[in-house]
């Protein structure tokens, strides 16, 4: 293991996400009175997701969604209840800010294979699960290659390949292109979803 993967990933994350998280602390608290306004409580979405070899943590982004719930009780899909006050968010990545928190307390790291959900870790096969050997991350190799506009195939894919190239050189290429993906508003959603269709296992590829 290198020492940038043992020591100086951790440190280039703190000497990130701290400053950053700080500077921008008006525009979250401002963020946050938009979401209570326009969406209502609460202002922040958690749940629980699996980080680094599968231990399960508490994601935090600001709430893009509505709770409106069908005539069963339950919530309606994900692209009914993303407001369009939600969706200028996303395209920004103004829902990932609270996150940031996250890399701080060591949950995340700014560039990782992004977190899914828990009930995926038994659909992986033994090569995807390698996306978990790593800290999850805000942006990725798969976020800078296609977002959410790839399948779960080329996604993993390009989740293990990071997992085992990761290097400063790499990470820098990826925050420099999230960067420009975000300004270019790419990527946010795969077609007919609001963000990606549920992930089935393999034979779901």
Known sequence: MTVYRRIGKRVMDLALAVPVLVVLTPVGLALGGLIRLKLGGPVLFRQQRPGREGRVFELIKFRTMSNTRGTDGELLPD???LTPFGARLRRLSLDELP????VVRGDMSLVGPRPLLVRYLDRYT????????V???ITGWAQVNGRNAITWEEKFEHDVWYVENVSLRTDLAILFRTMAQVLGKRGISAEGHATMPEF???DDE
Do not use: K, V
């Open 79 to 81: 692209e009914e209840r």
């Open 99 to 102: 996150t940031l928190w996250n």
């Open 126 to 133: 033994p090569e995807q699960r390698h996306r978990h050997d």
């Open 135 to 137: 800290l999850p991350g």
């Open 200 to 202: 089935m296992g393999a």
